[in-house]
């Protein structure tokens, strides 16, 4: 099995900064994109950003130019740097992976989630 653990949540005023980080734990041969999601009271599930084994990224139009998500060494940490934080930002961040397992397959993983709350 493989666990993704994030931290670095919290509450931070508008314009503030915050640094997510995501481990990814377990029996596994590689993970390969990772990513994380946000959900916000009452609404839909949006990806925030994603970034490939190759350090391809991708970013929702919302956070573009404010976020920034990047792997640490040994390709089992993801990173999401928040800046400029908005009160609209207020949501859990869950941290996603993709993960080729012993047996070959590939499977998705979810984080538990943090908390981020800007208050303005």
């Known amino acids: 099995q493989v666990q993704l653990m994030e931290a670095g949540g919290g509450c931070v005023q508008a314009g503030g900064s915050l640094r997510l980080s995501c481990l990814a734990s377990?029996?596994?041969?590689?993970?390969?994109?990772m990513g994380w999601y946000r959900q916000a009271p009452g609404k839909e599930s949006e990806l925030v950003a994603t970034i490939t084994s190759s350090d391809f990224t991708t970013y929702a139009e919302s956070v573009q130019g404010r976020f920034t998500i990047s792997r640490g060494n040994g390709q089992n940490r993801v990173y999401l740097q928040l800046n400029n934080l908005k009160p609209e930002d207020t949501a859990v961040y869950y941290c996603?992976?993709?993960?080729?397992?012993?047996?070959?397959?590939?499977?998705?993983?979810w984080g538990q989630g943090t908390q981020v709350t800007v208050s303005s």
């Open positions: 996603t992976a993709e993960a080729t397992l012993p047996s070959g397959d590939d499977g998705d993983v």
């Open positions: 377990g029996i596994y041969c590689s993970i390969n994109d």
